[in-house]
């Protein structure tokens, strides 16, 4: 009886039951659903309306091949009737955020969504589109960047939102965020200090493009102190070194004394040297600014077998320093004292120098007493 069924032209196929074609889609025999989906293929558009029930069970079959080549069926039907297609979207769209009862549901499901019904979904909104994107499966992450591409204004998410995208784990998702970026400058420049912070991100292709990005499209005006301190105080070996990069291109004299006292206060030891670099511009010469410095300079100075090259430069710049006026040489002597007690043999036996040389000059304390050496003839 099958057999005589599925030869086309003995029956009117509009006149097989419903009940009979879901017999013959769950058949165990690939061949044998392989015919009834031919056959079903051959029933009219008004017809299978009839039996939208059967048509969108189809597309979440047990059988990948039930599921696939229900896609055509799907779409004949959606364009002869909207609602249709509407209805089928709302009753296939949860499939992608279940775990699969079937291997290939969520890919198949998918694709009719995308392929087939994207022009039906309704009521699309951002949050939709965050809960397909942060699913747990691929093909639903998939889908949600065809309706965000398709239904959502871009500029309803936040910048922080933006950027949480460009550290999504997949590829296609993160190269969004970048088209973003790169479309929407103006308001990137807006909120740099927000902006920032996809140079952080997780994934070695978003930072690499976000320092591009940063050093095309950013000139001195759209830079501050604050942001490009904010930069380079990044954990991130790369991202420091780019803030380091940065403020070096983009440095005005006249925020000296600003980026000085901002990179001062950071305790990675690459930026305690490199502040090192600003001293005798932006710090010579005023012991209020040498006050100011005072945390840093026993930040550094009480490194314990480390930091060598900017103790040297510090060393070198408060004895310096000392020598300008009492006032100094009274603040670099307490400093001094303080980190004496502290400090390896070798760096004690620089304090000593220092501070001798600075008691040579003024009338400054000293933790020490100065004996006068007994010459013998």
């Known amino acids: 009886m099958t057999i005589l069924l599925l030869k086309k032209g003995i029956f009117n196929y509009d006149e097989l039951s419903s009940e009979l074609f879901a017999i013959l889609f769950t058949s165990p025999h690939l061949p044998l659903r392989e015919k009834a989906m031919r056959l079903f293929q051959e029933l009219s558009t008004t017809e299978l309306l009839k039996r939208q029930e059967l048509v969108i069970g189809n597309c979440t079959s047990v ?120 479309n929407n ?11 920032i912070r996809l140079l952080d991100a997780d994934w070695d292709d978003t930072r690499n493009f976000a320092m591009g990005f940063f050093k095309k499209e950013f000139l ?29 291109r983009f440095f005005q004299d006249k925020d000296g004394e600003d980026y000085l006292l901002k990179l001062s206060q950071h305790p990675s030891e690459k930026m305690q040297l490199f502040a090192t670099n600003y001293l005798e511009r932006f710090a010579a010469g005023s012991p209020e600014k040498l006050a100011a410095l005072e945390f840093y300079f026993r930040s550094v100075l009480t490194r314990v077998n480390k930091a060598r090259v900017a103790k040297n430069r510090i060393f070198r710049f408060l004895l310096r320093e000392g020598k300008q006026s009492e006032t100094a040489a009274r ?42 050496v007994e010459e013998r003839s």
Request: proline content about 3%; charged content about 25%; aromatic content about 10%.
């Open 63 to 182: 059988y990948s091949d039930i599921r696939q080549n229900t896609r055509l069926v799907i779409k004949r039907m959606a364009a002869q009737d909207n609602n249709f297609g509407i209805h089928a979207v709302d009753w296939l769209l949860p499939y992608l955020l279940r775990k699969e009862t079937s291997e290939g549901l969520h890919k198949d499901v998918a694709d009719v969504l995308q392929y087939e019904l994207l022009d039906y979904l309704k009521d699309a909104n951002k949050e939709m589109v965050l809960r397909l994107l942060y699913a747990p499966y691929k093909p639903t992450q998939q889908f949600g960047i065809a309706v965000l591409e398709k239904y959502i204004d871009p500029q309803s998410f936040t910048i922080r939102q933006i950027i949480a995208l460009g550290n999504h784990e997949t590829l296609q998702v993160r190269q969004w965020c970048w088209q973003y970026f790169s």
């Open 331 to 372: 603040l670099v002597a307490q400093i001094i004292t303080d980190v004496s007690a502290t400090v390896s043999i070798g760096d004690k036996a620089k304090c000593i120098e220092i501070m001798y040389e600075l008691n040579a000059l003024y009338d400054v304390e000293l933790p020490m007493v100065l004996h006068a």
């Open 220 to 248: 001195a005006e759209d830079w501050s102190p604050e942001t490009l301190v904010g930069i380079a105080d990044s954990v991130r070996p790369d991202i420091e070194a780019y803030g380091r990069e940065l403020i070096n």
């Open 185 to 195: 400058v103006a308001r990137v420049k807006f909120e740099r200090e927000e902006a």
